[in-house]
């Protein structure tokens, strides 16, 4: 962007979904927009989506397109659970905490259990003795499904390795393997592997595909790796009022998205950006990082003196749980957890700009 043209700083640090589309997705929706095409779903838009997210896959997929993240989630979820079905996953995971209980509603009264974890992530060590200290009596749930959040609600990422210790104590046992992948791009770029290799390879059986945090209006699939999860979505789907009549826009949405890598040049951007955000506030006296900084969210330890400050300046973010902090670290009187978030459309005059807030005198972030 030509220097006069520059946007003024902005400090909203809220959420990556604060912000709107970027640039190609809005042209791709406004070219999807022409004409009259066959609705729910049987529009060439939504037949090359299907293509495209087997290219990228590497794998024959099963997708359902929706408009948020917590349709897709409990979509996936339900497609594994029955309705005396136990998922197990992080006890801060988005499903269990943020989507009043949808999982449980579209699975017709199944369960979830969390478990606590470091930086939101399972262990797998954890897993296996949870899941078989479970009773096995008709009275108890069994456990069906696992899900796991990519990146995690602490920002860091699992490694396919990671994902595939936890796969095989799930296949060990019969179980499914969900992602959560409303940051997936972010961990991605992050990892620098594949989809492929960060899902059914590592032995995610299914996935929710974000596209909203990343530069999407509205657009999340789910992506079945096993055609057999993907038997009933298309009922569950229309049964959840998430069949949308014109599904080729949230296609056209995915298609802008996908191309030439827009998406991952977004993800590159959101990182950098969280990168810059921690290093600058990394050397702020007083300030902590709660977690390594391993994708598009910044969670530090706050001292409640440079809170003000920030947020008397017009600083916005969220304070933070830190039941997932590593044992040893710990928020003391005066301070507290508060989350930063990136995204593809934050600049790095926006970080620069908190930076010399949170330290005046510092010469930080110039
Ligand atoms: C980890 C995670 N999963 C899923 C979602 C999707 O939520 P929504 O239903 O708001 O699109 C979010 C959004 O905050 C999230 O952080």
């Not at 406004?30 to 066959?38: F, S």
């Not at 998430?242 to 298609?255: E, G, N, P, V």
């Not at 001292?303 to 710990?330: C, K, N, Y």
Request: net charge negative.
């Amino acid at each position: 962007m030509p220097s006069g043209d520059r946007r003024p700083a902005l400090l909203n640090f809220a959420s990556d979904n604060v912000w709107g589309a970027s640039e190609p997705v809005l042209r791709a929706l406004v070219d999807g927009n022409a004409g009259p095409l066959p609705s729910y779903g049987a529009d060439p838009l939504t037949r090359r989506l299907a293509d495209a997210f087997a290219a990228l896959f590497e794998h024959e997929v099963a997708v359902f397109p929706v408009a948020t993240g917590t349709a897709a989630n409990a979509l996936a979820l339900s497609a594994a659970l029955s309705p005396f079905g136990l998922c197990v996953c992080h006890e801060e995971a988005h499903v269990i905490d943020d989507e009043c209980g949808a999982p449980e509603f579209f699975a017709g009264g199944a369960k979830l259990l969390g478990l606590p974890g470091t930086g939101c992530k399972l262990d797998p060590e954890r897993l296996a003795a949870t899941l078989d200290g479970l009773p096995r009596h008709e009275k108890q749930m069994p456990a069906e499904i696992v899900s796991i959040s990519q990146a995690t609600e602490s920002g860091v990422v699992y490694r396919p390795e990671e994902i595939a210790a936890l796969s095989a104590v799930c296949r060990a046992r019969g179980l499914v393997l969900h992602m959560d992948g409303a940051r997936l791009a972010n961990a991605l770029v992050t990892l620098g592997c594949s989809a492929a290799e960060m899902t059914w390879r590592a032995g995610i059986d299914i996935l929710s595909f974000g596209g909203t945090k990343n530069g999407c209006l509205a657009a999340e699939a789910v992506i079945c790796f096993d055609p057999k999860l993907a038997r009933t979505l298309g009922q569950r789907r229309k049964r959840g009022g998430h069949t949308l009549s014109k599904a080729r826009l949230i296609a056209a949405q995915f298609l802008g998205y996908l191309q030439d890598d827009h998406w991952l040049a977004n993800a590159r951007q959101a990182n950098a950006m969280a990168g810059r955000l921690a290093e600058g506030l990394r050397h702020v006296p007083g300030i902590r990082l709660a977690w390594p900084t391993e994708a598009n969210e910044v969670f530090v330890i706050l001292p409640d003196e440079i809170d003000r400050r920030l947020r008397q300046a017009g600083a916005v973010f969220h304070p933070w749980s830190g039941r997932a902090l590593a044992p040893e670290t710990t928020v003391g009187p005066g301070e507290s957890l508060a989350r930063l978030v990136t995204s593809f459309a934050t600049e790095a005059d926006d970080v620069d700009a908190l930076l010399r807030i949170a330290a005046p005198s510092g010469g930080i972030g110039t």
